[in-house]
């Protein structure tokens, strides 16, 4: 079977199918890319296929990119970037992706041969802030996370978003506010029925995204009752972007990705397998 391409609920998707052969509906890993390149849903099935999965990976784009970029132009939420980098674009890019999951996923399972189990769900950078949020304000049941490069704490990703404005960001009440809303270690005791989660961090990540990473897991296995549930897995030579710019289409497969690649497909097989 073929990469299936559609929406659902209005999500724009790349659907890959799963690995070997898969007697009647199978398990369902849903992603979510990042900001950085990959930057489309069918970029990022280029860069974590997977492949080795034995359950649908369904790449979701994000709103404001790919096939709903503002005005078709990549420019143009650079530019909301810097009218207010979180007010006005990493906010309502997160919170979008994760308000119309739940439609999305129903749609899903209606266009495809998937069951309707706890799913897996995986985030990179932005994305992996939309994946937490859907784990702490939702009650989808979710089988297992993983976590590349994530936007734990947005307040750090307000701070590498200030060098496209060329001014440092103008924080108010209500810009504090949000941040505390998509403060993920502070929310970690609300992640919904403590499933295992894979943080994947590239050792070239900026240091404040790292930091983060590390704070997560930290606060993650203090809460869960079985700490080993919550790994953390440092990638050498993996800098924050995980494929070439423009990373608008699908590309090769960077030295760096495939580690990634690979680390992602035991751990998924190994959770939807046990």
């Known amino acids: 079977m073929e990469t299936i391409t559609g929406t ?5 998707f790349t659907a890959l199918p799963p690995a070997g052969a898969v007697d009647g509906p199978a398990p369902l890993v849903v992603t979510w890319h990042m900001l950085d390149a990959p930057r489309t849903d069918a970029a990022f099935a280029a860069a974590l296929p997977m ?5 649908w990976r369904v790449h979701l784009g994000m709103p404001m990119c790919g096939a709903r970029m503002v005005d078709g132009r990549l420019d143009a939420a650079l530019e909301l970037a810097r009218e207010d980098a979180l007010l ?6 997160a919170r979008q992706a994760a308000d119309e999951f739940p439609a999305a996923l ?19 950078s932005l994305g992996g802030a939309v994946a937490l949020r859907v784990l702490t304000t939702l009650r989808i049941p979710v089988l297992a996370v993983a976590l590349v490069n994530p936007a734990v704490r947005i307040r750090s990703v307000v701070g590498l978003v200030e060098r496209l404005a060329g001014h440092p960001y ?11 809303e998509l403060d993920f270690v502070a929310r970690a005791g609300e992640l919904t029925g403590e499933p295992p989660l894979l943080l994947v961090s590239g050792e ?10 590390a704070a997560l897991v930290g606060a993650l296995r203090e809460r869960y009752p079985r700490p080993d549930e919550v790994e953390l897995v440092t990638v050498p030579d993996l800098a ?26 035991r751990w998924f097989v190994r959770r939807l397998t046990s």
Do not use: C, M, N, Y
Request: charged share 20%; proline share 12%.
């Open 51 to 55: 492949t080795g999965v034995p359950a």
């Open 88 to 93: 006005s674009f990493l906010a309502p890019i």
């Open 8 to 12: 659902a609920a209005g999500v724009p």
């Open 170 to 180: 103008r924080w108010t009440a209500e810009s504090h506010g949000v941040a505390d």
């Open 106 to 124: 129903a749609a899903l399972r209606e266009q495809l041969p998937v069951d309707d189990g706890p799913i897996g769900v995986l985030g990179a």
């Open 204 to 213: 070239r990540d900026h240091q404040d995204l790292r930091a983060d990473a």
């Open 240 to 265: 924050h972007p995980l494929a070439e710019e423009p990373g608008l289409k699908p590309a090769p497969q960077l030295p760096a990705t495939r580690t990634v690649d690979e680390i992602l497909t």
